[in-house]
């Protein structure tokens, strides 16, 4: 099936720290979605993108959806240590199912 | 609170048995997808339902079924289960499939336990 290239697996940080993570994918997709997952929790939904070149900010994050519609990258600025958790990358595609493909996570350490 | 709700919050049950999880989607959404996440794993996606009907099918075993009610409540049955059933299940809903503006929101999870 369809994937999403979603880097770096895992990150440590130091608090205060700017982080930014991407996914990316051989396929064009029509929309864009971050989410972030506590242990245990279903993830929230952080930011949406519909179009191309769209760039979003939702407090201290902003996500883009690239030009080529291949890619979205995410990143928080400042970070805290609430920041912690799973962040999932996912994305509908272009004329396919209207099912959302996921990648596989973004897991964040902030040291305090 | 993403509105989507999900019960119950845990199970635990035995190899062998089927259990039901029951889902409640937000207000007015018609949508309802279901995903299974095992241990470090990502979200796999099940099944899709709009107002009533099947849509749309994923990596979802002949074991496992599913259906969405009247009241657009959903419920997913898994039966003859097996250890590696055991993970995180999660519905979500969606107010705007078909638009191109796919926004899923996810409930808080049934988290099953096989032993």
């Known amino acids: 099936g369809q994937q999403l290239n979603q880097s770096p697996q895992s990150m440590f940080i130091q608090e205060g720290e700017d982080v930014s993570m991407n996914c990316t994918s051989s396929s064009i997709f029509n929309t864009w979605l971050w989410y972030k997952q506590d242990p245990g929790e279903g993830p929230v939904l952080l930011i949406a993108?519909?179009?191309?070149?769209e760039l979003t900010s939702n407090g201290r994050l902003t996500a883009q959806f690239g030009i080529t519609r291949k890619d979205s990258f995410l990143n928080i600025s400042a970070s805290i240590p609430s920041d912690v958790g799973i962040y999932f990358c996912a994305g509908q595609l272009e004329g396919g199912s209207e099912k959302l493909v996921f990648g596989k996570g973004t897991k964040l350490t902030v040291n305090p | 609170d993403s509105g989507v709700t999900q019960t119950p919050k845990h199970l635990i049950t035995a190899t062998g048995q089927r259990v039901t999880l029951r889902c409640s989607p937000r207000s007015g959404d018609l949508s309802v997808y279901w995903y299974q996440q095992s241990l470090d794993q990502g979200l796999q996606f099940l099944i899709q339902y709009y107002n009533g009907e099947e849509r749309a099918k994923g990596n979802i075993l002949e074991r496992f079924s599913a259906q969405q009610f009247p009241d657009l409540h959903s419920e997913l049955n898994l039966s003859s289960l097996e250890l590696g059933d055991s993970a995180l299940y999660f519905c979500?809903?969606?107010?705007?499939w078909g638009s191109g503006q796919e926004t899923q929101y996810f409930g808080p999870g049934t988290r099953l336990l096989v032993l």
């Open positions: 993108l519909y179009k191309a070149g």
């Open positions: 979500a809903s969606s107010s705007n």
